[in-house]
C-alpha cells in the first residue's frame, strides 16, 4: 500500500533551520495539491502550508516569511524548509498529498506518519 514518508526531523535550537522533505514509497501516477500540517501537544492540528500542482502556495500566518514550501513533480517530492525556528515551533509535522495512484484512477488524499521537530535550546 503507498505511503508517504516524511523525513527531515529533529532537535534544533532556536534559530536554526531544518528541511523536511515528504514523497510516496512506491511508484504512483501523479500528486496533486501537497502540503505540511503540524500538531503540537494538546493543540489542535493545524495547516502550515500548502502548495498547489502549478506552484501557488498558501501558508499559516505564523510561518509566513520564515518557512518555504516547494515540490519536485519529477520526484513527486514535497519540500518544507524551516528557518528562524521558533520554540512554538515544536510539533510533530504531517505531510498531505491529493494522490492519483494509476492514470485512470480517482484521486485520494493520503497522509504521512508524522515527523517530530522540536525547537529548543
Known amino acids: 500500500q503507498v505511503q508517504l514518508v516524511e523525513s527531515g526531523g529533529g532537535l534544533v535550537q532556536p534559530g536554526g533551520s531544518l528541511r523536511l522533505s515528504c514523497a510516496p514509497s512506491e511508484h504512483i501516477f501523479r500528486i496533486r495539491n501537497m502540503g505540511w500540517d503540524r500538531q503540537a501537544p494538546g493543540k489542535q492540528r493545524e495547516l502550515v502550508a500548502a502548495i498547489s500542482t502549478g506552484g501557488d502556495t498558501n501558508y499559516a500566518t505564523s510561518v509566513k516569511g520564515r518557512f518555504t514550501i516547494s515540490r519536485d513533480n519529477a520526484k513527486n517530492t514535497v519540500y518544507l524548509q524551516m528557518n528562524s525556528l521558533k520554540p512554538e515551533d515544536t510539533a510533530v509535522y504531517y505531510c498531505?498529498?491529493?494522490?492519483?495512484?494509476?492514470?485512470?484512477?480517482?484521486?485520494?488524499?493520503?497522509w504521512g506518519q508524522g515527523t517530530q521537530v522540536t525547537v529548543s535550546s
Open positions: 498531505n498529498a491529493n494522490v492519483q495512484l494509476a492514470e485512470w484512477g480517482p484521486i485520494n488524499d493520503y
